[in-house]
């Protein structure tokens, strides 16, 4: 890392990535966020966010320190409006659907739309398939999610904030993303999201239920 590479961009290291979860009320993201920060699961009554919350995380990615400021959106439509506002300042968003509510995840075409309408057009999406651990419930299989990635070229992974599958890796793998773009070497090849989050599952053995 020198101030070399590091004059060619805008954003300096110390400054906070901006990372965005959306989706409908109800999907998760309140409790990925919860998860991912304090190691820990939000179970009982469902408290949904009003207008847009925050935390600040530290990460750390090949030896850099990555700081994530992580906001996590309303999902109800009343506060759409306030959701829109934040879009055009998010560097990567988490967009999930409940692999137990099938509107949920019909709803992502429409999320992916309004992504496009108001995010920055090099905003790293990913798509994920939240409560993977409601193997009795599930509505919508890991195909689906894998197919409707595919089809709009965003990586996806399947998530549970009650059991921890996959959140570290979610944002884990957002930050590399992030760092890899603040930090890239002229002649170093681009970071491969998906390719990592695949080989990374394949090599916790995880991950596939
Ligand atoms: N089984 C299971 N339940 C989950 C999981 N994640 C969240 N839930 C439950 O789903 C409900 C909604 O979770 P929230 O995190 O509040 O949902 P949200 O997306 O933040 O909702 P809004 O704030 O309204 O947008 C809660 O009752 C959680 O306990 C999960 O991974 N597995």
């Known amino acids: 890392l020198t101030t070399v590479h590091m004059a060619d961009h805008p954003k300096s290291l110390s400054d906070f990535d901006f990372v965005m979860l959306v989706g409908d009320s109800g999907v998760g993201k309140t409790c990925l966020l919860v998860r991912f920060k304090d190691g820990a699961f939000l179970a009982g009554s469902f408290i ?73 057009q090099d905003v790293v999406v990913m798509l994920l398939g939240n409560k993977a651990d409601s193997t009795h419930d599930r509505l919508v299989k890991r195909e689906e999610g894998e197919k409707l990635a595919k089809e709009f070229g965003v990586p996806f992974m399947e998530t549970s904030a009650k059991s921890g599958l996959n959140v570290e890796l979610a944002f884990t793998a957002v930050a590399k993303e992030l760092k890899h773009r603040t930090m890239k070497e002229p002649d170093e090849p681009k970071f491969q999201l998906q390719e990592y989050v695949d080989k990374e599952m394949r090599t916790v053995g995880c991950c596939r239920s």
């Open 48 to 120: 949904s966010t009003v207008g847009i919350d925050f935390r600040n995380k530290v990460m750390t990615i090949d030896a850099v320190k990555v700081k994530l400021q992580i906001w996590d959106t309303a999902g109800q439509e009343r506060f759409r409006s306030v959701t829109h506002a934040y879009y055009r300042d998010a560097h990567a968003l988490l967009l999930l659907y409940d692999v137990t509510n099938k509107a949920s995840f019909d709803n992502i075409r429409a999320w992916l739309t309004e992504i496009h309408e108001y995010a920055q």
